[in-house]
Structure formats: C-alpha cells, structure tokens
C-alpha cells in the first residue's frame, strides 16, 4: 500500500493494461461504481484500489510471496504517474497459522509475566508492545497483541499483529512492513526492488518469536 495524493479516477481497466500493459485479463471480475473519490477493480487473484490517500495492490492466496507480481506492479503504476505526491509505503502479509497450543501457552505466558522475551528475541533496543486481554473473576487470558519495531535510521518500521482465530490453536497473523519517504520518492525501491527481503525478515521475527516453521 501507497499512502499519497492520488487521483481514482485514474484507476481503470484501460489504464492497467494500456497505459502499463498488465496482464489481468480482459476484464475484471468486480469493478466498483464509479465514484468521484474512490475506484476499485477486481481480477482473478488481484485487485487494485485507490481513493485520494492511497493506493493499494492485494494479492489473495499468493503461493510464493518472493516470486509476487505486486512490486513490478506499483513500480510501473507509479512510474506512470511521476508527479504523483506519495509519502509512505508499506507491504503487509497476512495468514491464518496454526500454532502448538504449548507454544501459544507459551507465549501467552511470557505477555503476562515475561515481556524482554520479545525484545531479546528479536536482538532489539527497545520494541512497542500493546497487548489486550479478557479478564474475568477466574483469569486473564491475552486476546490480541501487536508488536511494533523501528529501524535505527528512522525509515522504516515493522507491527506484527496476532489475533486469535475461530480455529483451535490458530492465530491471525498481519505483518506490516512501511517505509518513510519524507518526500525522498527513491526509497521506495525498498519495497519494489527487496519485497522478498520484507518477506524474509517476516519469517525471521516469526520463526524468532513463535519458534515455529513457515514456508
């Protein structure tokens, strides 16, 4: 996701596959109707919209994240658009992940009682953590959590959010990586250029903080 000064109106078929040359196929499946401030097309596994704050690409059930067509896809869109005014940009991952319930147990745990875990784990200064609990007469039980960490320079961040799941042992997971642009339109190439090093050091906090397995 982009976040900008965007123009919807922009957002059509004939701009994605004329103006980029995306192959999307050739109609979407869902387009929106049309609206002054907002403009949203629907394809097989892809959709784009956009209003005048930002600009968002999802990829549904995308198989292998490092071999995703999104980043060759918001480089050329804004390539199109040089004077287009953008001032962050993030990527995000989201999944349903089923966990070992002593793992959870775990992890509950340590946001009770032991909180350092997740900064040590993840070899950080210093980390935000807001944490939501249900508490009843009987106990407290961790509902939601989100963990946020901020590079040294400043220009980028990361927030994991873990919610629980309808499934047993299942935990929502949104991983959210955004970069500051401060005007600097460049930086985006962090994104564009290293989606697969996002996705990389995802795994990494993952596999650090629920010491699990992903693919």
């Avoid at 199109?80 to 992940?97: E, S």
């Avoid at 980390?127 to 980028?156: C, D, H, K, P, Y």
């Avoid at 299942?170 to 460049?186: A, C, H, M, R, W």
Wanted: proline share 5%; charged share 25%.
């Amino acid at each position: 996701m982009v976040l900008g000064n965007f123009n919807p109106s922009i957002l059509t078929h004939g701009f994605l596959t004329t103006e980029c040359g995306f192959d999307v196929g050739d109609k979407p499946t869902k387009e929106s109707f049309p609206m002054p401030v907002v403009a949203s097309l629907d394809y097989d596994g892809i959709s784009f919209f956009a209003d005048l704050g930002r600009l968002q690409i999802t990829e549904k059930n995308c198989e292998n994240p490092k071999q995703s067509k999104l980043p060759d896809y918001l480089d050329i869109y804004l390539e199109k658009l040089p004077h287009t005014p953008i001032t962050k940009c993030g990527a995000n991952f989201n999944y349903d992940i089923e966990i070992q319930k002593k793992k959870l147990n775990d992890i509950e745990q340590r946001l009770l009682k032991d909180r350092q875990y997740f900064r040590k784990a993840l070899n950080a200064t210093e980390i935000g953590l807001e944490v939501t609990f249900n508490v009843s007469s009987e106990s407290e039980t961790v509902r939601n959590w989100t963990l946020r960490t901020i590079a040294q320079s400043g220009e980028s961040s990361t927030t994991i959010n873990v919610s629980t799941a309808e499934e047993p042992n299942t935990v929502k997971i949104n991983f959210n990586y955004e970069i500051n642009l401060d005007q600097k339109p460049g930086r985006i190439k962090k994104i564009t250029d290293d989606y697969a090093k996002i996705y990389e050091l995802f795994l990494f906090q993952f596999r650090k903080i629920f010491e699990e397995g992903i693919s």
